[in-house]
């Protein structure tokens, strides 16, 4: 390979990890984020370890792994967005490193170097790390896992037994047990094809089981003295709710058939969520990741062997069973894109058929054209309040596409780069332009600043909604939660005000509830962003207000 092409292959990745970590301080504009966390920050202001708490209520929804490590970044930094993200972008660094050691141990380095940057410059990789959930851990979680995995498979050492074993434990401590068909699901899968399921039985895997279980215990004992000691509490409207069994079964299963404590009547269940969702999101490599696929199931029919199985059966497997689950959110397959990207990497530059060659120039070249023109359009109906960073991203880019025909000859390498390219324009103008100029209509985060505000030190902060968590976040103090029913009756302890979004407000004035209005403030009322809001000139069409009241 050129040192041309690994210059560019760098200049990519420095790039592209500037672009991933260019979100680290901007707002947050969606509730899960930030209830998130609001409850690391409890743990902070609670001096609490293992129990969880939103608006001064116990909360049982997520295991622990992803709280404890916000956490320690707030201690070591202090409250804040970017302190919040930091952890979580970490650990979509660790799984760059893994993605890296695992397709290189697989593959050449060039593979390798690709499937790092198709990690990187996917679109929802690029969104979620500005809207930080738990896939980031997860990402570096489950692809740690499988690597050491593959590694003791191959040869015992305790290191890699230890690491295996911690890195799944992490990774159960982050989602639950269903991350486990990824990672013992890519093992199965290797054995089977090679036809050595027998090793399955060696002493080396039941130790790591054992190790996996030992490491999980935190987990464990963090729910028993929550939950499982106290049987009194009421957790989802219900007495006697064992955290542990929450966690081994209504959090997993429950949530499979969508029929657990907490469930998505929406979701549609459709069996082709996925498929289309990761046109968008594992955009601009999608298409050729659905090759790919087709290709190594063609390969294993003709029964010709693969360099590996691990990516394709962990990464599948799981996304069978997201596929097969009645709750169904687009931000789940972003932990298995390292294996998604590990499964696509060969076909971005290895010799294909004609056919093949054909439909991998033009399935990139899609991308290369229509995220510009999409990015370009957005710019013109967002109208942003300053152009500086739309013209550095546009110099960046035309140096890109100038630079890259220039120095590359080889067609194929010449495309993937200038799809790289592509993907980074669009996501530095989303974490630089875009969310700068929608996040000023988050009602929440005015109406926490004004709160916060030395005049009303003495006062007791309500919310009527449990959705209210960018409020909660945001707030210099607890914020407790009185369901809006029992507003009309309900006695506070002195000085207090309540947040109101606009449907508690109409709530309140068709039951004539007794209130006063303190101030309002504008507010875009929802996550998805329509048209409308896009479009400057029609924002007001969609607007409300949020409200902070006196009782």
């Known amino acids: 390979m050129k040192d041309t092409n690994k210059l560019l292959y760098l200049l990519l990745f420095v790039l592209a990890l500037a672009v991933n970590f ?86 050449e380095w060039e593979i ?35 690597y050491h995995i593959a590694r003791l498979e191959e040869k015992f050492t305790l290191k890699n037994l230890f690491l295996a074993a911690l890195l799944t434990a992490c990774a159960i401590m982050t989602k639950g047990i269903f991350v486990i068909a990824a990672i013992y699901g890519a093992l199965l899968g290797q054995l089977f094809f090679q036809k050595r399921l027998k090793q399955l039985f060696q002493f080396k895997w039941v130790a790591l089981l054992l190790l996996t279980f030992i490491f999980t215990l935190p987990e464990f004992y963090a729910l028993y003295l929550q939950f499982d000691l106290h049987p009194g509490k009421t957790v989802f409207g219900m007495h006697h709710v064992s955290g542990i069994k929450w966690f081994l079964w209504d959090s997993q299963f429950g949530r499979f058939v969508n029929s657990g404590p907490i469930n998505r009547k929406a979701s549609s269940g459709s069996i082709f969520f996925y498929l289309h969702t ?75 058929s004609k056919y093949g060659t054909r439909f991998r120039l033009i399935g990139q070249w899609v991308f290369v054209i229509l995220l ?89 902060i309500y919310t009527l909604k449990t959705e209210n968590n960018i409020f909660q976040f945001y707030c210099k103090r607890p914020v407790d939660f009185v369901p809006i029913e029992q507003f009309k009756n309900f006695k506070p302890k002195g000085n207090s005000v309540f947040y109101v979004n606009q449907q508690s407000m109409d709530y309140l004035v068709q039951t004539h509830a007794d209130f006063r209005i303190v101030k309002s403030f504008i507010n875009y009322p929802q996550e998805n962003i329509l048209p409308e809001f896009i479009n400057k000139e029609t924002r007001y069409k969609v607007l409300s207000r949020v409200y902070l009241v006196f009782k």
């Not at 970017?82 to 979580?88: C, E, G, H, K, N």
């Not at 691990?310 to 687009?330: N, R």
Request: proline letters at 5%; aromatic letters at 20%.
């Open 22 to 107: 260019s979100g680290l301080n901007i707002k947050f504009f969606t509730d899960d984020p930030a209830l998130y966390a609001s409850i690391a920050k409890n743990l902070l202001y609670k001096k609490e370890f293992f129990q969880l708490f939103t608006y001064n209520t116990d909360w049982l929804d997520k295991p622990h792994f992803p709280f404890w490590a916000i956490l320690l970044s707030f201690k070591l930094f202090g409250v804040s967005v970017w302190a919040y993200r930091l952890p979580a972008l970490l650990f979509f660094t660790l799984s760059l490193v893994y993605t890296y050691l695992f397709a290189k141990r697989y593959y």
């Open 112 to 146: 390798a170097a690709i499937a790092v940057l198709i990690v990187m410059t996917a679109q929802h990789i690029l969104l979620s790390n500005t809207d930080v959930r738990a896939e980031p851990y997860l990402m570096a979680l489950i692809t740690g896992s499988i």
């Open 372 to 460: 510009p023109i999409a990015i370009i359009l957005l710019n013109f109906f967002l109208k942003p309040t300053h152009d500086l960073f739309f013209a550095v991203d546009c110099v960046l880019f035309g140096v890109l596409i100038f630079l890259i025909p220039a120095r590359v000859r080889n067609a194929s390498k010449k495309v993937f780069f200038l799809n790289c390219a592509a993907a980074l324009f669009a996501g530095f103008y989303l974490n630089t332009i875009f969310y700068d100029n929608i996040i000023p209509y988050r009602g929440q985060i005015t109406a926490a600043w004004y709160i916060s505000q030395k005049p009303f030190d003495q006062f007791h």
């Open 278 to 352: 990761l046109l968008w999101a594992f955009a601009p490599w999608c298409l050729l990741f659905y090759y790919a696929v087709y290709r190594n199931i063609r390969q294993i029919y003709l029964k010709k062997q693969l360099a590996e199985y691990y990516s394709l059966t962990g990464g599948l497997l799981l996304l069978l069973l997201f596929t097969l689950s009645g709750f169904q959110l687009p931000f789940y397959t972003n932990a298995i894109f390292p294996l998604f990207a590990i499964i696509t990497a060969p076909f971005c530059i290895n010799q294909l």
